[in-house]
T-cell receptor, first 113, second 117 residues
Framework: AQSVAQPEDQVNVAEGNPLTVKCTYS??????LFWYVQYPNRGLQFLLK??????LVKGSYGFEAEFNKSQTSFHLKKPSALVSDSALYFC???????????FGSGTQLTVLP | GAVVSQHPSRVICKSGTSVKIECRSL??????MFWYRQFPKQSLMLMAT?????????EQGVEKDKFLINHASLTLSTLTVTSAHPEDSSFYIC?????????????FGPGTRLTVL
């Protein structure tokens, strides 16, 4: 079975500071990893994905994530946070042969002005 | 590109009535659509996987007779909540996997807030 853990329910960071939202995964095989963002009462917006290749993945709105196979992690990062980045962030995983995504529990990011 | 819409965005209904939610892929064809349910401050729970022209595959614990899914075309899937009760109140989100356009990425609709009185 595949699973995703987001160990932090809430992350607070000051505007302009770097931010990290953590994600670890557990799958038996090669994972496809995704980050999505959700604003209040909205669906999920795709940020970035890791399929294969370069471990550092760059995505939308200046976000990036690094795939670390030895630590089974896929942390989301941004060098300089904006207040508008405040939202709920979800990490997700799927195996290559499967269509379904398994989501983490979500991390509420609050960027303080 | 890769836009998914849902209708309605919000619905309030009386207990015992049925509610239909539509999910459309606007600019791509989706062989597979997924229906999720999200409770407040919680993650998305996959309810079912819908394939065009075939029966939906339901996750364990999801009543297929209560949550009817129809995927009649490559751009439309519907979820009907039959005989809705207050415990069915939730945020329902659909997603679609594109044919020929980044098939490994799911694109999500904006969600439908269902409130059953």
């Amino acid at each position: 079975a595949q699973s995703v853990a987001q160990p932090e329910d809430q992350v607070n960071v000051a505007e302009g500071n770097p931010l990290t939202v953590k994600c670890t995964y557990s799958v038996s095989g090669n994972p496809y990893l995704f980050w999505y963002v959700q604003y209040p009462n909205r669906g999920l917006q795709f940020l970035l994905k890791y399929i294969t290749g370069d471990n550092l993945v760059k995505g939308s709105y200046g976000f990036e994530a690094e795939f670390n196979k030895s630590q089974t992690s896929f942390h989301l990062k941004k060098p300089s946070a904006l207040v508008s980045d405040s939202a709920l962030y979800f990490c997700a995983v799927r195996l290559g042969s499967a269509r379904q995504l398994t989501f983490g529990s979500g991390t509420q990011l609050t960027v303080l002005p | 590109g890769a836009v998914v819409s849902q209708h309605p965005s919000r619905v309030i209904c009386k207990s015992g009535t049925s509610v239909k939610i539509e999910c459309r892929s606007l600019d791509f064809q989706a062989t597979t659509m997924f229906w999720y349910r999200q409770f407040p401050k919680q993650s998305l729970m996959l309810m079912a996987t819908s394939n065009e022209g075939s029966k939906a595959t339901y996750e364990q614990g999801v009543e297929k007779d209560k949550f009817l899914i129809n995927h009649a075309s490559l751009t439309l899937s519907t979820l009907t909540v039959t005989s809705a009760h207050p415990e069915d109140s939730s945020f329902y989100i659909c997603s679609a996997s594109a044919v020929g356009v980044a098939p490994d990425t799911q694109y999500f609709g904006p969600g439908t807030r269902l409130t059953v009185l």
